[in-house]
């Protein structure tokens, strides 16, 4: 089975009876067999995926499939899928078998894609190198001493490794976007409330967001069509009523560059040039580039840490052992309580909860979580007040290129500061794109646009010419 770079080119050769929606899931799961090494799978559903294939394929032949017939997709292990096992990567929700489907899975498989298996990540999406997985590391497939990102990694390195065509993962503070960008792949987070959350295990609720990942821009936005609009089951999910902010159609668009993103202290070499190349190119194809400040820059780390480990040790407070999953033995409640979350939660989610409790505690909220929130009034109107003046934000995904598995495990507060450009657009909750840039290294660099509430499908249109450059 050749490598397809798009769903196009996979549709052209269903239609063409090149091959066969159940080759390509025997082709899936053939190379998911052959690449086991890089832990991106937790689970596969074959027989399931080859008994949907057979389907799909009869219904190709009566011109009666879906828009995305011929996609074979992974999803995040924190997405639940009815009758299926979902743990969010954690020992306490081993065994789990999900009683409903996510709204997204349910318009995927509507649109006959085949969901192919579910994907290793951090433990409940905290992390940005697949390392507090239950399941241990994924392995980046460039090069398997080093990370493929997190806290989406599974879905990253199973899309660039050829595992399956597209993935999805979850993104609170990046969690799609860095590991793409890690895997040289597209990573797409939806504007806040444009994807329904619906079945998504709940990480900070108010940033949680589910978002494609791809090898292409134009494979994001075909997911995006399907996954995206009004859900009933979710209500901060508005869906497509607010495409008032539409951008009107043209090829030239104007961009702000946030100086101090490009100036950061420590930022990796080789991503600032191949960053400044872009900028160069993008001046050539006529667009505008204009530097601007954040001065809020140095607080987005630590405003997005204080209010998302705020809400998951309160999102995180259902999993008890009487409700959900493992649960301890004893007679005792609290005990039994205490116990379940001592031996079930890992060391990270451990610390996240006890932070979140801290910060949200009657003696310390003033100090840690109103002060964080104010910071999030702010960069929502800096962010708003820059996309008055400019079509799009512009910056690099990421600080650095993939590290070492391991190498940045004793540090923490250097692997929270790997978030520091990806956090901006969950604090404001604007839609922002990661897409690979052109260079001949063995990493590459990515770059990440931010643009104005529910544009997203202007802006994955955009991406499309820039990915190009
Ligand atoms: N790396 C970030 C964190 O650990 C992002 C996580 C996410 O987006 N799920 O919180």
Same mark, same amino acid.
């Given at each position: 089975?050749?490598?397809?770079?798009?769903?196009?080119?996979?549709?052209?050769? =269903? !239609?063409?009876?090149?091959? /066969?929606?159940?080759?390509?899931?025997?082709?899936?799961?053939?190379?998911?067999?052959?690449?086991?090494?890089i832990n991106a799978f937790v689970e596969t559903y074959s027989s399931e995926a080859i008994a949907s294939a057979r389907k799909i394929d009869s219904k190709i032949k009566l011109k009666t499939s879906g828009s995305l017939a011929g996609l074979v997709i992974g999803i995040k292990d924190n997405i639940c899928y009815k009758d299926h096992h979902v743990s969010a990567s954690?020992?306490?929700?081993?065994?789990?078998?999900?009683?409903?489907?996510? $709204?997204?899975?349910?318009? =995927?498989?509507?649109?006959?894609?085949?969901?192919?298996?579910?994907?290793?990540?951090?433990?409940?999406?905290?992390? /940005?190198?697949?390392?507090?997985?239950?399941?241990?590391?994924?392995?980046?497939?460039?090069?398997?001493?080093?990370?493929?990102?997190?806290?989406?990694?599974?879905?990253?390195?199973?899309?660039?490794?050829n595992l399956c065509h597209a993935s999805l993962g979850s993104d609170t503070g990046?969690?799609?976007?860095? &590991?793409?960008?890690?895997?040289?792949?597209?990573?797409?987070?939806?504007?806040?409330? !444009?994807?329904?959350?619906?079945?998504?295990?709940?990480?900070a609720s108010s940033f949680d967001q589910?978002?494609?990942?791809?090898?292409?821009?134009?494979?994001?936005r075909l997911i995006m069509d399907v996954i995206s609009g009004k859900d009933n089951f979710d209500s901060t999910c508005i869906g497509e009523k607010t495409y008032s902010q539409k951008l009107e159609k043209r090829s030239k668009y104007s961009f702000a560059v946030i100086k101090d993103a490009v100036e950061l202290p420590g930022i990796d070499p080789q991503v600032k040039a191949q960053f400044l190349d872009l900028i160069k190119k993008i001046k050539q194809?006529?667009?505008?580039?204009?530097?601007?400040?954040? &001065?809020?820059?140095?607080?987005?780390?630590?405003a997005y840490y204080v209010m998302t480990t705020a809400e998951a040790s309160s999102n995180l407070a259902?999993?008890?052992?009487?409700?959900?999953?493992?649960?301890?033995?004893?007679?005792?409640?609290?005990? =039994?309580?205490?116990?379940?979350?001592?031996?079930?939660?890992?060391?990270?989610?451990?610390?996240?909860?006890?932070?979140?409790?801290f910060v949200l505690s009657s003696g310390y909220y003033d100090a840690y979580y109103t002060k964080a929130q104010k910071i999030r009034s702010l960069i929502k109107k800096d962010t708003e007040k820059i996309l008055l003046k400019y079509n799009y934000i512009? =910056?690099?995904?990421?600080?650095?290129?993939?590290?070492?598995?391991?190498?940045?495990? &004793?540090?923490?507060?250097?692997?929270?500061?790997?978030?520091v450009? $990806?956090?901006?657009?969950?604090?404001?909750? !604007?839609?922002?794109?990661?897409?690979?840039?052109?260079?001949n290294y063995k990493f590459l660099a990515s770059a990440q646009l931010i643009g104005k509430y529910f544009t997203d499908k202007d802006m994955l249109n955009t991406a499309t010419q820039l990915s190009q450059y």
């Open positions: 089975m050749k490598n397809y770079s798009s769903l196009k080119q996979i549709q052209q050769d =269903l !239609h063409g009876q090149k091959i /066969s929606c159940e080759e390509l899931v025997l082709g899936y799961l053939g190379r998911i067999k052959n690449n086991k090494q954690s020992k306490i929700l081993q065994g789990f078998v999900s009683p409903y489907s996510a $709204t997204v899975v349910d318009r =995927l498989i509507e649109e006959d894609a085949i969901i192919i298996g579910r994907l290793n990540c951090d433990e409940f999406a905290m992390g /940005s190198s697949n390392e507090t997985s239950i399941y241990g590391p994924v392995k980046n497939p460039i090069d398997t001493d080093y990370t493929a990102g997190g806290s989406s990694g599974g879905s990253a390195a199973a899309v660039r490794a990046g969690s799609v976007r860095q &590991p793409a960008a890690f895997c040289g792949v597209v990573g797409f987070k939806p504007t806040y409330g !444009h994807v329904s959350r619906h079945g998504l295990i709940a990480f589910i978002g494609p990942i791809t090898k292409c821009v134009s494979d994001s194809e006529g667009h505008k580039v204009e530097y601007v400040d954040l &001065p809020l820059l140095d607080y987005l780390t630590s259902r999993y008890d052992g009487i409700k959900y999953g493992n649960a301890a033995t004893s007679k005792d409640l609290v005990q =039994l309580i205490n116990t379940t979350r001592t031996e079930n939660f890992g060391k990270e989610v451990k610390r996240r909860i006890m932070l979140g409790t512009l =910056l690099p995904t990421t600080p650095n290129l993939p590290f070492m598995l391991g190498e940045k495990k &004793p540090n923490l507060i250097q692997r929270y500061y790997e978030d450009f $990806t956090v901006q657009a969950n604090l404001s909750g !604007h839609p922002a794109i990661s897409f690979p840039l052109k260079a």
